[in-house]
């Protein structure tokens, strides 16, 4: 496996509050690491710096060989990195099947005006026209979300055509994953995707996020439900206070004195394992 991502001595300071410490981090091809941590550890801010959301203050960020740090997070995107957030986005008045061809917006081709200077004329005469390529292209795109839609079993195919605000919590999630498939990304950042969801929920997520693995998915997860980290991750970082505290494979991380210490306190060591 080649290196995707490399993050070297990554910081982020607001005011006098160093939010992420000097920080490496390597994510392999077709890896899959999980970042945990407490409330507060600095594993949004890290996962924004990374899509381009927030710009280090110092350290280097290289996804595919190209530095990244302080492109916009668009940009960034067109490289192959989509991302979904602690609390979920959709867009609410759009449609499930909207919301998912969004995440495809950077690989439209045929709809993509050629005449410099008429870019709004070019689209408004293809949208009246429809010559055969947009045709084609849209059939395309419509057959992608059918086939994204359908990883997450009978939660959005039947509901495409809802708008994103008619859904329940947990299916808003699944269109914010769904949409971000869309891009065809070579790494999919995931922060906290089953926060909210109940048990039943939680395993199907877990399914879901397990089968995107298996694809060879190259992930990057924040979850604070230790079991989904701990059956799914290839590797394990795990923060506190910004910083990194252990790293290694799950059983190891998860049997750190360090990271015992930071989910449970003083008193528990010794005593508990997470």
Do not use: W
Not at 18 to 40: H, M, Q, W, Y
Not at 135 to 155: C, K, P, S, T, Y
């Amino acid at each position: 496996m080649t290196d995707l991502l490399e993050c070297r001595a990554v910081t982020r300071r607001f005011g006098g509050v160093i939010a992420v410490k000097p920080i490496d981090l390597t994510l392999r091809e077709g890896e899959f690491l999980s970042i945990i941590g407490p409330n507060g550890a600095g594993k949004t801010t890290l996962f924004n710096l990374i899509s381009g959301h927030d710009v280090p203050d110092d350290g280097t960020i290289v996804l595919e060989g190209v530095a990244i740090a302080g492109r916009a997070p668009e940009r960034i995107a067109a490289m192959g990195l989509a991302r979904t957030f602690q609390h979920g986005r959709v867009f609410a008045n759009m449609s499930v099947r909207d919301n998912i061809l969004v995440g495809a917006h950077h690989r439209l081709r045929a709809v993509k005006p050629r005449l410099p200077g008429l870019g709004a004329l070019a689209e408004l005469a293809m949208a009246l026209i429809r010559p055969p390529a947009v045709a084609a292209e849209e059939a395309a795109l419509n057959h992608e979300v059918l086939e994204i839609a359908a990883l997450f079993g009978d939660r959005l195919t039947p509901r495409l055509d809802q708008p994103a605000h008619s859904l329940s919590y947990a299916n808003r999630r699944r269109v914010e994953i769904a949409r971000a498939l869309a891009l065809r990304p070579r790494l999919l950042l995931l922060d906290e995707p089953t926060a909210g969801m109940n048990e039943t929920e939680t395993a199907e997520m877990q399914s879901i996020i397990g089968g995107l693995k298996a694809r060879g998915q190259t992930i990057l997860l924040i979850e604070h439900k230790l079991d989904l980290v701990m059956r799914l991750s290839d590797r394990v970082i795990a923060m506190d206070d910004g910083a990194k505290i252990a790293e290694g494979p799950p059983h190891t991380v998860r049997q750190s004195p360090a990271v015992i210490e930071a989910y449970l306190g003083h008193r528990a060591m010794g005593e508990a394992a997470l």
